[in-house]
């Protein structure tokens, strides 16, 4: 028999394709979930039995959370990335780094074929086919949910066909999870108007009382998190993430233009994304120039919109990812924020280079640098380009 990698997430599309891969493909199944760091040590444990139920020959567990933080993570914090001023980017970021971890299993046991369950009319089959076919050309893809365009009711039949017992009401909703954040999509993503409801979110409200949240930034990245250090950031994301899902922060709905070129729903929640963005983004508001804000945005909307679209190997990611790099050098200070239930505010920051703090004056009070006869001298310069318009095209200026 010859071998597929099936790329295993143990939700009901990867299900589906173990039993038709082994029924009616007759192939050998080694199935690989690419944590990236979305997962408990228990979560993983029973993804594992669970492929070993559905009857798969053997299962990987590749542990990805440190490459895509390195590689991706802190650059969507520098950046501020959110999708359409929405969505963190929690599922479509990770997708590239799951799939080279998957390649990398499938040439170590010798796999004649790579295997995932993404739908035909998502983002996520073009992130993995082209990344496969990118990297892997030698291996073909097979994708069975997409070839046969079935819905979410024929995969449970068969499955049940094929004796297999779930809660199927469980399944009812598609959930991603991951270190940045978890998607969820269900019957009320199909429409235009209806919300999720409260019961399909992973994460539910457990805290109602106030608190505050202090995050400290070093060059971007997390130092600390009310005042406990963190050597590895990745354990710091993890630490905001369960004092801000307790206030159940994060949720919302993201609508967007797929790459297929369909518009596309999913729910979302990432308390840690929106947490450490929001306050990461305050923090450069105090230390950096007007001019590095302006270009940082330009470019990070770029970065955010090409890593979304499956083009995280364009060599311009790179170019993009020197200048956010270089832009972090004093963003350093702490970010005080109050959380409530479903929701949360940005208090202030302390920093050695908050800009704010330059003695040249205070906005709307005194001015300490500069004189009243500099401002009367400045503005009539600035104004010369509208006065020579004005005086050569008279009346165009006017407000009717």
Known sequence: MEKVVLAFSGGLDTSFCVKYLKHEKNLDIYSAIANTGGFSDDELKNIEEGAYKLGVTKHATLDVTDVYYRNCIRYM??????????????????????????VDYARKIGAKYIAHGSTGAGNDQIRFDLTFQIIAPEIEIITPIRDLTL??????????????????????YSINKGL???SVGGKETLTSNKNLPEAAYPSQLEKKE???LVIEFKKGEIASVNDETFAVPVDAIRKIEAIGSAYAIGRDTHIGDTIIGIKGRVGFEAAAPMLIIKAHHLLEKHTLTKWQMYWKEQLSNWYGMLLHEAQY???????IEKFLDNSQKNVNGKVKLKLWPYRFELVGIESDNDLMNSGFGDYGEVNKGWSGDDVKGFTSIIGNQ?????NVNKGQLDIE
Request: hydrophobic share 35%; no cysteine; proline share 5%.
């Open 77 to 102: 914090i520098y950046g501020n990335i959110l999708k359409n001023n929405t969505y963190p980017l929690s599922v479509s970021s990770e997708r590239i780094f799951q799939a080279y971890a998957i």
């Open 313 to 319: 190997v364009e060599p311009v990611m790179r170019d």
């Open 151 to 172: 819905s979410r009711e024929a995969e449970i039949e068969y499955l049940k066909k094929h004796g297999v017992e779930r809660d199927w009401k469980k399944m009812e």
């Open 210 to 212: 106030p608190t505050e």
């Open 386 to 390: 509208l006065k020579i318009f004005n």
């Open 180 to 182: 940045w954040g978890t």
